[in-house]
Protein backbone atom coordinates (compact mmCIF):
# COMPACT_ATOMS: atom_id res chain seq x y z
CA UNK A 1 0.00 0.00 0.00
CA UNK A 2 2.91 2.64 0.93
CA UNK A 3 4.25 1.71 -2.01
CA UNK A 4 1.59 2.27 -4.26
CA UNK A 5 0.66 5.59 -2.67
CA UNK A 6 4.54 6.86 -3.64
CA UNK A 7 3.54 5.84 -7.21
CA UNK A 8 1.16 7.88 -6.66
CA UNK A 9 2.40 11.31 -4.93
CA UNK A 10 5.65 10.89 -7.57
CA UNK A 11 2.46 10.62 -10.45
CA UNK A 12 0.82 13.85 -9.43
CA UNK A 13 3.78 15.57 -7.84
CA UNK A 14 6.67 14.24 -9.56
CA UNK A 15 10.06 15.17 -7.96
CA UNK A 16 12.54 17.64 -9.51
CA UNK A 17 16.16 18.60 -8.90
CA UNK A 18 16.73 20.75 -6.75
CA UNK A 19 19.50 22.58 -8.92
CA UNK A 20 17.86 23.01 -12.75
CA UNK A 21 14.06 21.71 -11.64
CA UNK A 22 14.40 18.93 -14.54
CA UNK A 23 12.40 16.02 -14.00
CA UNK A 24 14.40 13.08 -11.78
CA UNK A 25 14.77 9.92 -13.37
CA UNK A 26 14.52 6.71 -11.79
CA UNK A 27 17.52 6.39 -9.90
CA UNK A 28 18.12 10.06 -9.59
CA UNK A 29 17.74 11.40 -6.33
CA UNK A 30 18.01 15.20 -5.41
CA UNK A 31 20.16 16.67 -7.97
CA UNK A 32 19.45 14.94 -11.75
CA UNK A 33 22.76 13.24 -13.24
CA UNK A 34 23.05 16.52 -15.89
CA UNK A 35 23.60 18.78 -12.52
CA UNK A 36 25.57 15.61 -11.28
CA UNK A 37 28.08 15.18 -14.32
CA UNK A 38 28.47 19.10 -14.07
CA UNK A 39 30.42 19.35 -11.15
CA UNK A 40 34.48 19.18 -11.93
CA UNK A 41 36.76 17.55 -9.73
CA UNK A 42 39.85 18.26 -8.68
CA UNK A 43 43.53 17.21 -9.26
CA UNK A 44 43.93 16.14 -5.66
CA UNK A 45 44.85 12.22 -5.90
CA UNK A 46 47.61 12.17 -2.37
CA UNK A 47 45.39 13.97 0.08
CA UNK A 48 48.05 13.82 2.62
CA UNK A 49 50.60 15.75 -0.17
CA UNK A 50 48.81 18.37 -2.24
CA UNK A 51 48.61 22.15 -2.56
CA UNK A 52 45.73 22.52 0.31
CA UNK A 53 47.81 20.84 2.69
CA UNK A 54 50.61 23.50 1.51
CA UNK A 55 48.55 25.93 2.64
CA UNK A 56 48.99 24.63 6.24
CA UNK A 57 52.62 24.54 6.67
CA UNK A 58 54.01 26.31 9.26
CA UNK A 59 50.68 26.60 11.36
CA UNK A 60 50.10 22.89 12.57
CA UNK A 61 51.06 19.46 11.08
CA UNK A 62 47.72 18.48 9.13
CA UNK A 63 47.16 15.18 8.94
CA UNK A 64 44.51 15.25 5.05
CA UNK A 65 43.27 17.78 4.13
CA UNK A 66 40.77 18.10 0.14
CA UNK A 67 38.91 19.79 -1.62
CA UNK A 68 36.22 17.82 -3.77
CA UNK A 69 35.08 19.81 -6.58
CA UNK A 70 36.02 23.42 -8.27
CA UNK A 71 33.86 26.42 -7.37
CA UNK A 72 33.72 28.82 -10.05
CA UNK A 73 31.29 32.08 -10.14
CA UNK A 74 28.17 31.29 -11.89
CA UNK A 75 28.95 27.39 -12.02
CA UNK A 76 26.47 24.05 -11.47
CA UNK A 77 28.36 23.43 -8.54
CA UNK A 78 28.21 27.50 -6.97
CA UNK A 79 24.34 27.51 -8.00
CA UNK A 80 23.99 24.37 -5.34
CA UNK A 81 26.08 25.82 -2.55
CA UNK A 82 24.68 29.25 -2.79
CA UNK A 83 21.08 27.30 -2.84
CA UNK A 84 22.36 25.61 0.72
CA UNK A 85 23.24 28.59 2.30
CA UNK A 86 20.63 30.78 1.52
CA UNK A 87 17.33 28.81 0.38
CA UNK A 88 16.76 26.76 3.40
CA UNK A 89 17.61 23.05 1.45
CA UNK A 90 18.79 21.12 4.43
CA UNK A 91 18.12 18.10 2.35
CA UNK A 92 20.68 18.99 -0.50
CA UNK A 93 23.12 20.08 2.18
CA UNK A 94 22.49 16.56 3.60
CA UNK A 95 22.64 15.49 -0.02
CA UNK A 96 25.92 17.04 -1.28
CA UNK A 97 27.55 15.47 1.80
CA UNK A 98 26.42 12.00 0.81
CA UNK A 99 28.80 12.72 -2.30
CA UNK A 100 31.44 13.68 -0.04
CA UNK A 101 31.75 10.82 1.70
CA UNK A 102 31.33 8.40 -1.52
CA UNK A 103 34.20 10.09 -3.22
CA UNK A 104 37.14 7.46 -2.39
CA UNK A 105 39.43 10.17 -1.71
CA UNK A 106 37.10 11.20 0.91
CA UNK A 107 36.01 8.11 2.38
CA UNK A 108 40.77 7.74 2.38
CA UNK A 109 40.35 10.81 5.19
CA UNK A 110 37.39 9.58 6.92
CA UNK A 111 37.64 6.51 7.75
CA UNK A 112 40.53 7.02 10.37
CA UNK A 113 38.78 9.83 11.85
CA UNK A 114 37.43 9.74 15.53
CA UNK A 115 34.67 13.02 14.51
CA UNK A 116 33.53 15.67 12.27
CA UNK A 117 34.14 19.00 13.70
CA UNK A 118 31.67 21.80 10.96
CA UNK A 119 32.58 24.77 10.51
CA UNK A 120 30.51 27.19 12.68
CA UNK A 121 28.63 30.14 12.30
CA UNK A 122 27.65 32.57 15.04
CA UNK A 123 24.68 32.03 16.83
CA UNK A 124 22.92 35.10 14.69
CA UNK A 125 23.82 33.90 11.50
CA UNK A 126 22.67 30.40 12.29
CA UNK A 127 19.02 31.52 13.33
CA UNK A 128 18.90 33.84 10.43
CA UNK A 129 19.67 30.73 8.06
CA UNK A 130 17.45 28.29 9.84
CA UNK A 131 20.46 25.64 10.24
CA UNK A 132 24.61 26.32 9.73
CA UNK A 133 25.26 24.28 6.16
CA UNK A 134 28.71 22.40 7.37
CA UNK A 135 26.97 20.65 10.08
CA UNK A 136 24.27 19.43 7.27
CA UNK A 137 26.96 18.26 5.54
CA UNK A 138 28.30 16.35 8.08
CA UNK A 139 24.99 14.94 8.52
CA UNK A 140 25.16 13.75 5.03
CA UNK A 141 28.42 12.23 5.57
CA UNK A 142 27.62 10.62 8.39
CA UNK A 143 25.03 8.60 6.52
CA UNK A 144 28.05 6.60 4.78
CA UNK A 145 30.96 6.56 7.06
CA UNK A 146 29.46 7.29 10.17
CA UNK A 147 31.23 9.57 12.91
CA UNK A 148 31.07 11.68 15.88
CA UNK A 149 29.60 15.27 15.25
CA UNK A 150 31.00 17.39 18.18
CA UNK A 151 29.65 20.82 17.78
CA UNK A 152 29.55 23.16 20.64
CA UNK A 153 33.60 22.96 21.28
CA UNK A 154 34.97 25.12 18.35
CA UNK A 155 32.60 27.92 18.44
CA UNK A 156 32.27 31.56 16.18
CA UNK A 157 32.26 34.54 18.47
CA UNK A 158 32.29 37.36 15.87
CA UNK A 159 31.21 37.73 12.66
CA UNK A 160 32.29 41.18 10.94
CA UNK A 161 30.73 40.66 7.63
CA UNK A 162 31.11 38.49 4.81
CA UNK A 163 33.82 37.28 3.43
CA UNK A 164 32.89 37.21 -0.36
CA UNK A 165 34.53 39.77 -2.56
CA UNK A 166 37.48 39.90 -0.05
CA UNK A 167 40.81 39.71 -0.68
CA UNK A 168 43.17 36.89 0.90
CA UNK A 169 44.71 39.93 3.80
CA UNK A 170 41.05 41.45 4.62
CA UNK A 171 39.52 37.81 4.73
CA UNK A 172 42.35 36.99 6.77
CA UNK A 173 41.73 39.89 9.17
CA UNK A 174 38.39 39.64 9.37
CA UNK A 175 38.36 36.20 10.64
CA UNK A 176 40.91 36.84 13.50
CA UNK A 177 40.33 36.13 16.65
CA UNK A 178 36.68 34.97 15.85
CA UNK A 179 36.64 31.27 17.17
CA UNK A 180 37.00 30.30 20.97
CA UNK A 181 37.04 27.00 22.61
CA UNK A 182 35.08 25.66 24.77
CA UNK A 183 35.28 22.25 26.82
CA UNK A 184 37.99 21.30 24.47
CA UNK A 185 38.78 17.97 27.23
CA UNK A 186 36.46 16.56 23.80
CA UNK A 187 38.65 16.56 21.20
CA UNK A 188 41.99 15.59 23.05
CA UNK A 189 43.98 12.97 21.48
CA UNK A 190 41.79 12.50 18.90
CA UNK A 191 41.47 13.02 14.75
CA UNK A 192 39.09 15.58 13.75
CA UNK A 193 38.15 16.35 10.28
CA UNK A 194 37.33 20.13 10.36
CA UNK A 195 34.13 20.19 7.35
CA UNK A 196 33.22 23.36 5.30
CA UNK A 197 31.71 23.90 1.80
CA UNK A 198 33.95 26.23 0.55
CA UNK A 199 37.70 26.94 0.70
CA UNK A 200 38.58 30.24 -0.75
CA UNK A 201 41.75 31.52 0.38
CA UNK A 202 41.77 28.93 3.47
CA UNK A 203 41.40 31.93 5.69
CA UNK A 204 38.81 30.05 7.93
CA UNK A 205 40.13 27.00 8.29
CA UNK A 206 43.20 27.99 8.95
CA UNK A 207 42.11 30.09 11.88
CA UNK A 208 40.12 26.98 12.87
CA UNK A 209 43.40 25.14 13.02
CA UNK A 210 45.09 28.21 14.96
CA UNK A 211 42.78 27.64 17.82
CA UNK A 212 42.33 23.94 17.59
CA UNK A 213 46.11 23.03 17.92
CA UNK A 214 46.11 24.60 21.40
CA UNK A 215 44.56 20.81 22.33
CA UNK A 216 46.32 18.27 23.78
CA UNK A 217 47.35 15.55 21.19
CA UNK A 218 44.40 16.55 18.90
CA UNK A 219 45.25 15.31 15.08
CA UNK A 220 43.33 17.57 12.59
CA UNK A 221 42.24 16.90 8.70
CA UNK A 222 40.31 19.71 6.71
CA UNK A 223 37.73 18.19 4.17
CA UNK A 224 35.96 20.44 1.95
CA UNK A 225 32.85 19.85 -0.48
CA UNK A 226 34.38 22.74 -2.92
CA UNK A 227 37.62 25.12 -3.59
CA UNK A 228 37.75 28.24 -5.72
CA UNK A 229 39.53 27.25 -8.94
Known amino acids: MKEFIRYIINAVFPPLCHECGSRLLN ?4 LCSGCMSALVQTDYIDTEDNNLVKEYMGLHPIEHALALYYYNAGNTLS ?22 ASDPRAFHILKSADALLPVPLTTGREKSRGYNQSTELCRGICRIVEKDIITGV ?3 DVFI ?5 KSAMERAANIHDAFSLHNPTRLENKHVVIIDDVITTTATTRECVYILRKIPGIKISVLALARTA
Open 161 to 165: DSQTH
Open 79 to 100: RIIKTMKYHHDKELCQFMGEVM
Open 154 to 156: LER
Open 27 to 30: GERI
